[in-house]
């Protein structure tokens, strides 16, 4: 008798005929191909229709792989004939991916090296045509219509899951909307999660009308997703069959060339098939496969599978079932204990096998309406699934023909229904594992927000987020003493009205004066006081109602407010330490500052007072002519204590960060003029410059420039022999810069004093050997425009370069 694979997708009859009805849109024609004398492909043919999924199947060696790359253009056909539309296919790869076939291969053919937009844009770049912000954008478009997440495509692929990876070239095989997708093992190497997260998005494409070709050695998979099975064996088509209309074993009969074993073999290979797929299926999937399985060991067309629960309303509760009557599903869906129950209910309170050989003449079913034997449920029977702490439900089979329960069938439910028990029991285990997990996890990423780089000034509501979602509450709430309540929701903003409650809740705890220990408060909600500097804050969470509320919700925010205290008291004592650090560097600028003012003030102020005590000699008469003199020196010298003035206050605004300039466009060569004619008559005359060709202007301050070029070319004249000629040069280098030079053939600045020469004070240095302030300032005035100043090596004279960036730092152009 043939039997529908439980699980798979059952095509209605109408499409059915309109897929048989279509024309195929890809046809494989007579190919063949040798590897010298191994014959791999003998005379294949195949049609794939549109719209239609055709799986190719065989065993290692079969060929599919070979069949693959002829149809895809990567290998020749020795002989036959491959035509999409019915128009024959020539040249390679590239012009059948241009008539609309993409194929994804078992290697995936990625780059581990690239990002995952990089890979998906692999082959096709358009990178000329598209910004970044345009091709993410495009990205997101592309996973959000397929429904998948591929993690994060700004890291290299190569630090991907295989599930992420497949999903990428998944979807790079997507993006031209392909005609036809070839899948050559999509599944192969990934784990359970991520198979059906293939699996998904395969049944999303296939809903949207994609054709496909999948080639696949998991016949579960197969048997799920195919419209038509393609077998090959020895490099030769043997069947086409439909998933509807054969076993497993069929199929894997035709690949192999075996005949079908016997009965207690097939049991044997549905049980070791059934383990398969329990160990690679998740939890919620387990119970429909066992019952499937079931169905198809005990030739059994309805079956179904009651867990008992409790609460207000003890009962049993259909947790799977097949091939049951629409009334039949309603009629069972909610079953008492005990014999109101019907055999279900009997065998879960007896804990025995119940059979019922005929439901038309037994009490089980008078209480059932409507009754099993109205809906063809002529027979029925009930097993106890038996879990560590008792029974925890029962397997109900219905029979359409009166017919008693065999002594093989009994040993069989109870086989099944252990592997049922012990499903049960792993989902069980595995959602608490998973629920400690999930807390452990919250902790750990509101830990590593904490801890990161923004801590609680950027990262405090990202860690509430992280916390509310690790909760599943409706929203999260911190209230810090002399600050605003911080409310945040799952997306980041709190539902309507959560507000109000967490503020009651705060209260609440405050009013109760517990520190430390997390408790449940108001209708729906947990939080916990917690001691900060300041005062005292609260963490509080709600979810609406007391049964939303986790058995690890009260621990989790009790360790999460331990985690925000000791991370406000960093804060608070970071804080700290940079106010002192603060202070003590405000105190050594002003040591420094004194120190300067001490050094380089002494002299011009004892000349000032010399002259002035002399000319204030009572004994002593000056004439005119000397008095003058002694005035010009005194003004001389209360000019130059002017400029030491000048350069202290800029060498402090230049150490603390604070120089200020007034940038506009300036002509560099009308800069060097106006410094140049600051100086004595003898400086201007020896220097020489040496102008660009056309104007060059610069974003700059020109009288800061000013001051720099006056320092520079002044110190060149007096640290030269009188005659000796100056040269300053502009000439722009690369784009957006220029090089100006001022150069000396003077006798040069010796070694030891050319490695500290920009320092801006040299204790034991005099300043006529070029140590002073002068340079310091100059390279601050120089840095603060985004340029550098620095002394070439000469082999005579001295050589100063000034580097200067020409447009805004803004600027982009």
């Not at 690679?280 to 599978?305: G, R």
């Not at 969470?541 to 991370?567: E, F, H, K, M, Y």
């Not at 000032?608 to 010009?632: C, E, H, K, M």
């Amino acid at each position: 008798m043939s039997r529908v694979r439980p699980g798979s997708r059952l095509l209605r009859r109408q499409d059915r005929q309109e897929l048989t009805a279509s024309p195929a849109w890809l046809k494989v024609r007579g190919v063949s191909k040798h590897y010298g004398p191994l014959q791999v492909l003998d005379s294949v043919s195949l049609e794939v229709r549109p719209g239609e999924l055709v799986a190719l199947v065989g065993e290692n060696g079969a060929g599919k792989s070979t069949l693959v790359k002829c149809i895809a253009g990567v290998l020749p056909a020795d002989v036959g004939q491959v035509l999409l539309d019915s128009s024959p296919l020539g040249g390679g790869p590239t012009s059948r991916r241009a008539a609309g076939l993409a194929v994804v291969w078992q290697d995936l053919s990625l780059c581990d090296n690239l990002d995952g937009i990089a890979n998906l844009f692999l082959g096709r770049e358009r990178w000329w045509l598209h910004g970044e912000d345009d091709r993410r954008t495009e990205v997101k478009d592309l996973f959000a219509r397929l429904g998948v997440d591929p993690g994060d495509t700004s890291r290299p692929v190569g630090m991907l899951s295989g599930g992420q990876r497949q999903l990428i070239a998944m979807a790079r095989a997507l993006l031209d909307n392909p005609r036809l997708l070839i899948l050559d093992e999509p599944t192969a190497s990934l784990g359970v999660h991520e198979t059906r997260g293939v699996v998904r998005l395969i049944h999303r494409l296939r809903a949207e009308g994609k054709t496909i070709l999948l080639v696949s050695h998991d016949l579960d998979e197969v048997f799920e997703l195919a419209d038509r099975i393609v077998v090959l064996r020895q490099g030769r088509v043997v069947e086409t069959v439909s998933p509807r209309e054969v076993h497993r074993e069929d199929v894997v009969a035709l690949m192999t060339g075996a005949e079908v074993g016997s009965t207690a073999r097939r049991q044997l290979e549905r049980l070791e098939s059934l383990v398969d797929q329990l160990s690679e299926s998740e939890p919620a999937a387990s119970l429909p496969l066992i019952v499937s399985a079931m169905a198809a060991a005990l030739d059994h067309d309805m079956l179904s599978l009651h867990l008992r629960e409790g609460g207000e309303r003890p009962g049993l509760r259909l947790a799977a079932a097949i091939g049951l009557p629409t009334g039949l599903v309603h009629a069972i869906r909610f079953l008492e204990m005990g014999e109101a129950g019907g055999p279900a209910g009997l065998a879960v309170t007896d804990e025995r096998v119940v059979v019922v050989e005929d439901t038309r003449h037994d009490p089980f079913f008078g209480a059932m309406k409507p009754s099993a034997a109205s809906l063809g449920a002529l027979s029925a029977w009930a097993a106890p699934v038996a879990g560590p702490d008792g029974v925890i439900g029962a397997v109900t089979g219905f029979g359409g023909a009166v017919a008693p329960l065999t002594d093989d069938q009994r040993r069989l439910v109870a086989l099944y229904a252990s592997h049922a028990a012990a499903a049960i029991e792993r989902e069980r285990l595995l959602d608490e594992v998973t629920g400690r997990n999930r807390l452990l996890e919250t902790l750990r990423l509101v830990l590593e927000i904490l801890a990161g780089p923004d801590q609680l000034r950027g990262g405090l509501s990202l860690a509430l987020v992280a916390l509310c979602r690790g909760l599943d509450a409706d929203a999260v709430a911190l209230e810090l003493p002399g600050a605003a309540t911080l409310v945040v929701g799952v997306e980041g903003a709190p539902p309507a009205g959560t507000g109000a409650a967490l503020s009651a809740m705060a209260a609440e705890l405050l009013e109760k004066g517990l520190s430390g220990r997390a408790q449940r408060a108001g209708p729906g909600g947990v939080g916990a006081v917690i001691e900060v500097p300041g005062g005292r804050a609260v963490l509080s969470a709600t979810w609406g109602t007391a049964d939303r509320i986790g058995p690890d919700a009260v621990g989790l925010i009790g360790d999460a407010g331990r985690s925000l205290q000791l991370a406000i008291e960093r804060e608070a004592l970071q804080t700290a330490q940079q106010e002192a650090d603060a202070a003590r560097r405000s105190q050594a600028i002003q040591r420094e500052f004194l120190i300067r003012l001490s050094h380089e003030l002494r002299t011009p102020l004892t000349a000032i007072q010399g002259y002035v005590s002399t000319l204030r000699q009572p004994d002593v008469s000056w004439d005119g002519v000397a008095q003058n003199a002694f005035l010009d020196r005194i003004a001389t010298e209360s000019a130059r204590l002017a400029r030491l003035v000048g350069d202290l206050l800029d060498s402090s605004a230049i150490e603390a960060g604070i120089l200020r300039l007034d940038p506009d466009w300036c002509d560099l060569a009308l800069v060097v003029k106006a410094a140049i004619s600051c100086l004595p008559p003898r400086a201007a005359g020896a220097v020489r410059v040496s102008e660009p060709a056309e104007v060059v202007t610069v974003w700059a301050d020109h009288d800061r420039l000013e001051q720099v070029f006056v320092n520079l070319i002044d110190n060149a004249v007096r640290h030269t022999p009188e005659g000796t000629a100056v040269s300053v040069g502009v000439e722009p280098v690369g784009q957006g810069w220029l090089r100006i030079c001022i150069a000396d053939e003077g006798p040069g600045i010796p070694e030891e004093l050319a490695a500290r020469i920009f320092e801006p004070y040299q204790r034991g240095v005099t300043e006529a050997s070029g140590a002073g302030l002068g340079l310091a300032i100059a390279k601050g005035i120089v840095e603060a425009h985004g340029g550098e100043l620095r002394l070439l090596p000469a082999a005579s004279g001295t050589i100063f370069e000034i580097l200067l960036p020409t447009d805004p730092p803004d600027s982009t152009g």
